[in-house]
């Protein structure tokens, strides 16, 4: 009788500790997760600015100087009009669209990281609400139990 129902309560009260405690921890895993995304994303970002993209630029230039140095050793004069302007024409525009690529991506992957460390807060903060409501039934359940001892000694009515 009394004594099982006041075990059981206590029992459901240590349950809704462990699953509080359950939730608190996952959610800070998650948030880890969370903040580890955010640094790569900035990390990445940067080495981007600071580094491949200034490497592209340098590489095109020096494609380019050397498509012209080509271009004139022809003997072909390189003006609007003629072939060797042109191509290197051509070749500005596709080297243009080469960058705007490169950026395109680092921002699309950029957006891809924030909008996965969002998805981890979402998930961190749905860890912490299930502990809190099973840490709630737990205490309902042991509510119930102690209840039920006091309407057994008439101590309810």
Do not use: C, H
Request: charged letters at 20%; hydrophobic letters at 40%; proline letters at 1%.
């Amino acid at each position: 009788g009394e004594w099982q129902n006041i075990m059981s309560a206590l029992g459901n009260i240590a349950a809704a500790q462990t699953a509080k405690r359950i939730g608190a921890y996952n959610a800070k895993v998650t948030r880890m997760e969370r903040d580890f995304i955010v640094a790569k994303k900035e990390v990445n970002t940067k080495f981007y600015n600071n580094v491949t993209k200034p490497l592209l630029l340098k590489n095109q230039e020096k494609a380019r100087a050397n498509l012209f140095v080509s271009s004139l050793r022809t003997g072909a004069e390189v003006r609007e009009g003629t072939t060797p302007y042109d191509v290197l024409l051509e070749n500005n525009v596709n080297q243009a669209f080469n960058v705007v690529l490169a950026d395109y991506n680092n921002e699309m992957d950029a957006n891809d990281q924030l909008n996965q460390s969002l998805m981890l807060e979402a998930k961190a903060a749905g860890q912490e609400y299930a502990g809190r409501m099973t840490a709630r039934s737990q205490y309902f359940a042991a509510a119930g139990s102690l209840l039920s001892d006091a309407n057994k000694f008439g101590m309810i009515g």
